[in-house]
């Protein structure tokens, strides 16, 4: 399945308490994007090259029955044409694959450390719980112990 520009800039998380940084999702995002959308447009600029390279090669074709002594050369020209095009869009492909496996390499390491931080800021949340938990309880008796002296000296 292909992801579009629009479907990344469209993507929506639910928000949880104590979840992620939306703006950190937000900017990761709009990276992410940015850098995706300069990728599909210029992967859809590659394909209309290639479309029209192959229409030219479709017209060479065409020639062939009144121009037959003049499609030889015309032929040979296509073919080198047709040839540096295909290797071309086959380096394109290829180094825009290396980029976007790039992408996601970076992006899942992010994803990690993301998960990471999380998991820390989780801890630490549990252990303030705890200790403002104690701390409450602490507060609570000291308090039911102040009632019960002051009952008691009634």
């Known amino acids: ?59 060479y074709s065409n020639i062939e029955t009144t121009l037959q002594s003049t499609l030889i ?25 290396e980029q976007a496996t790039d992408i996601i390499n970076k992006a899942q390491q992010n994803v990690l450390q993301i998960n990471k931080e999380y998991e820390i800021l989780k801890q630490e949340y549990n252990m303030f719980k705890s200790r403002f938990k104690a701390l409450l309880e602490a507060q609570l008796e000291t308090l039911e112990k102040s009632e019960v002296d002051l009952l008691a000296k009634r």
């Open 1 to 59: 399945m292909t992801i579009t520009p629009n479907e990344i800039s469209n993507k929506e998380f639910k928000k949880v308490f104590r979840g992620y940084d939306i703006d950190e999702v937000d900017d990761f995002l709009d990276q992410i994007l940015e850098d995706y959308e300069k990728l599909y447009k210029e992967c859809m600029t590659q394909k209309e090259k290639i479309a029209a390279l192959n229409e030219k090669i479709e017209q």
């Open 73 to 97: 050369l015309a032929q040979g020209a296509a073919d080198q044409a047709k040839e540096a095009a295909k290797k071309e869009s086959e380096l394109i492909i290829k180094n825009a694959q």
